[in-house]
Structure formats: structure tokens, C-alpha cells
């Protein structure tokens, strides 16, 4: 994952230009979308999970790092087309961080939804 959102990208150019930076989020939540979310995607993860899940992520190396624990979203409580994965800091509303766009998955209702232990990456 390393489509910074518009939001954490100008709070790191405005902290190098001396002003604060935005404080840590208590923790990080991956969301779900059909289509581009800075274009006209739309959030599936309601249609699939209740809501946003939270993400543990191991340390950083090699200028990366990936979840250190299964992101489960439960079964699909209806159908849906994921393209890309979506990090938050918070579990609704709040704001994106970053996307990462993924081959076509097709859910269906009562589908497991997840996604493996070391298989969402972020880096730089």
C-alpha cells in the first residue's frame, strides 16, 4: 500500500514546513471499496462487515510493514465487488490514509470476508 491519501500527504508537507503534525490515531482501520475512493468508488465495507476494522501492523523494515493478524470482516451480509482496500483512522467517518487497489474480488452474502495475516502491506 503506497497511495497516500490527500489528507496524511499535506499534513506531511505542512510539518515540513514547521507546523504540527496530526496526533497518532488510536488505532488504524481497514475499509473496503468498489472503485477508485479518490475517483468515484464507494465504500463497501457496510455492505459486507458492519463496519471498518482495526489493523495491528508488525514493525518497520526494509521500509515496510504488513498486519501482524488476520483483518476478519465476518460473513458478507450482502453482495459486493471490492477493488481496493482503504486504511482509516477511524471506524467510521474520520479520515483515509491511504489505498491500495486489489485484482477484482467478488463477495457474496454469507461469504467470509478477510484478509491473511502478512497480506496487506504498506510501505514507502
Given at each position: 500500500?503506497?497511495?497516500?491519501?490527500?489528507?496524511?500527504?499535506?499534513?506531511?508537507?505542512?510539518?515540513?514546513k514547521s507546523s504540527a503534525f496530526p496526533s497518532?490515531?488510536?488505532?488504524?482501520?481497514?475499509?473496503?471499496?468498489?472503485?477508485?475512493?479518490?475517483?468515484?468508488?464507494?465504500?463497501?465495507?457496510?455492505?459486507?462487515?458492519?463496519?471498518?476494522?482495526?489493523?495491528?501492523?508488525?514493525?518497520?523494515?526494509?521500509?515496510?510493514?504488513?498486519?501482524?493478524?488476520?483483518?476478519?470482516?465476518?460473513?458478507?451480509?450482502?453482495?459486493?465487488?471490492?477493488?481496493?482496500?482503504?486504511?482509516?483512522?477511524?471506524?467510521?467517518?474520520?479520515?483515509?490514509?491511504?489505498?491500495k487497489i486489489v485484482s477484482s474480488v467478488g463477495?457474496?452474502?454469507?461469504?467470509?470476508?478477510?484478509?491473511?495475516?502478512?497480506?496487506?502491506?504498506?510501505?514507502?
Amino acid at each position: 500500500m503506497s497511495d497516500m491519501s490527500t489528507y496524511l500527504g499535506d499534513a506531511l508537507l505542512n510539518w515540513l514546513k514547521s507546523s504540527a503534525f496530526p496526533s497518532d490515531p488510536a488505532n488504524v482501520y481497514a475499509g473496503l471499496y468498489n472503485g477508485d475512493p479518490d475517483g468515484a468508488g464507494t465504500e463497501v465495507t457496510g455492505t459486507v462487515a458492519l463496519t471498518r476494522q482495526a489493523v495491528t501492523f508488525g514493525s518497520i523494515a526494509a521500509r515496510a510493514m504488513s498486519n501482524t493478524a488476520e483483518i476478519d470482516f465476518g460473513d458478507a451480509s450482502g453482495a459486493a465487488t471490492v477493488t481496493y482496500v482503504t486504511l482509516h483512522d477511524a471506524a467510521s467517518a474520520g479520515n483515509r490514509l491511504a489505498k491500495k487497489i486489489v485484482s477484482s474480488v467478488g463477495v457474496d452474502s454469507g461469504e467470509k470476508v478477510a484478509i491473511a495475516t502478512g497480506d496487506l502491506d504498506v510501505s514507502y
